[in-house]
């Protein structure tokens, strides 16, 4: 079974930059469909940003695709979130989380079954 841990969250001016990472231990990440996600108090959790594994196929939130860059690390087993330009509404508890491949239907939070405790984004002057 795959788990999962983020970090790299913090505080950050408004047009600043940060590189969440996802560490995936007790298995590879080969056969998984890997997704970010975020949750502002009040708000649903959305899906920010997925990719496969298998072939590096990536979704973006449109709103979103122009400033973050989701990427892997194979040798690693890490899946990073480069977040650029960031924006206080940008602010949210950033989760990753892992669904097996064959079990993926989209870039959105009930397709995943495995995921991280979350790491806070805090964008703020």
């Known amino acids: 079974q795959v788990q999962l841990v983020e970090s790299g969250g913090g505080l950050v001016q408004p047009g600043g930059s940060l590189r969440l990472s996802c560490v995936a231990s007790g298995s590879t990440l080969d056969y998984y469909v890997i997704g970010w996600f975020r949750q502002a108090p009040g708000k649903e959790r959305e899906g920010v940003s997925c990719?496969?594994?298998?072939?590096?196929?990536?979704y973006y939130l449109n709103s979103l695709k122009d400033r973050f860059t989701v990427s892997k690390d194979n040798a690693k087993n890490t899946v990073y979130l480069q977040m650029n330009s960031l924006k206080p509404e940008d602010t949210a508890v950033y989760y990753c989380?892992?669904?097996?491949?064959?079990?993926?239907?989209?870039?959105?939070?009930?397709?995943?079954?495995?995921w991280g405790q979350g790491t806070q984004v805090t964008v703020s002057s």
């Open positions: 990719i496969k594994s298998s072939d590096g196929t990536t």
């Open positions: 989380a892992a669904v097996h491949a064959d079990l993926y239907g989209a870039c959105s939070a009930p397709w995943f079954d495995i």
